[in-house]
């Protein structure tokens, strides 16, 4: 089963033939809302938005273990991630579609892993590659043949929020070798490895980051809502030829 985890500008899947939802439990808490099981052409999907499907809930404020566990215990073997970033890099506009190959983790006071607590043990996953290999593949080759364009590696650097960033944070990352802002890509990334799950992010640019493009005073907010709603339109579009 193909899991879909949706985040800001995606709290539905359009596309998909809903059969049943469930309200999951799980010993991390309750994750973002129920589940959302259902059907895209011939593949079995599971969907669940990352900020609640009223958008409730702030980035550093979502329960990214229960969300993970919740499609794992669904039967979830691959997720893929649709998150809304910030442009670092001047190769990429608002608009355009990444998948980020790496990730660097700017985060502080996350549950960032289920190995913690009295009496578990230490586990060190490896992560030198934080994405799936096979999952970007096939999200580049669904891209490809559905004719939509997405730019193949980035670094994407995650933020605590929820506040944007300063300039001179921005400055400070694309300094450290990141392409990308956003405040969701840790942990949900670090949870997936420790439990086996083939994960991969479709970022989605919904703005210039701070101090960059038209974002050199401040960034246009009222831009960012059609900005997404074309994006996503296109985001389904690699979804649904994912799913065949």
Not at 25 to 46: K, Q
Request: proline share 4%; hydrophobic share 40%.
């Amino acid at each position: 089963m193909l899991a879909i985890i949706g985040g800001s500008g995606l709290s539905k899947l359009g596309n998909m033939e809903v059969t049943r939802r469930k309200v999951a439990r799980t010993p991390y808490g309750e994750p973002s809302g129920a589940l959302t099981f259902g059907r895209i052409g011939a593949c079995d999907v599971v969907f669940l938005a990352r900020h609640g499907y009223g958008h409730t809930i702030a980035p550093h404020e979502v329960n990214y273990r229960a969300n993970l566990w919740a499609l794992k215990d669904a039967g979830a073997g691959e997720v893929v991630s649709i998150a809304s970033v910030g442009a670092i890099s001047s190769t990429l506009a608002p608009g355009a579609l990444v998948l980020p190959h790496q990730v660097i983790d700017y985060t502080w006071g996350r549950h960032a892993t289920y190995f913690e607590g009295k009496g578990t043990p230490v586990n060190h996953i490896d992560f030198t590659e934080p994405y799936s290999r096979g999952l970007r593949a096939k999200l580049v080759a669904a891209a490809k043949a559905c004719g939509e364009a997405v730019s193949e590696q980035g670094v994407y650097a995650a933020t605590q929020g929820p506040r944007l960033e300063t300039a001179a944070e921005i400055d400070r990352l694309g300094r450290d070798g990141a392409d990308l802002v956003g405040m969701t890509g840790m942990t949900e990334a670090a949870l997936a490895r420790e439990i086996s799950l083939e994960y991969a992010a479709l970022a989605v640019v919904a703005n210039y980051a701070a101090g960059r493009g038209d974002s050199q005073r401040a960034v246009p907010l009222d831009k960012i809502g059609a900005v997404l709603e074309e994006a996503m339109r296109r985001v389904r579009r690699i979804i649904e030829q994912l799913c065949k």
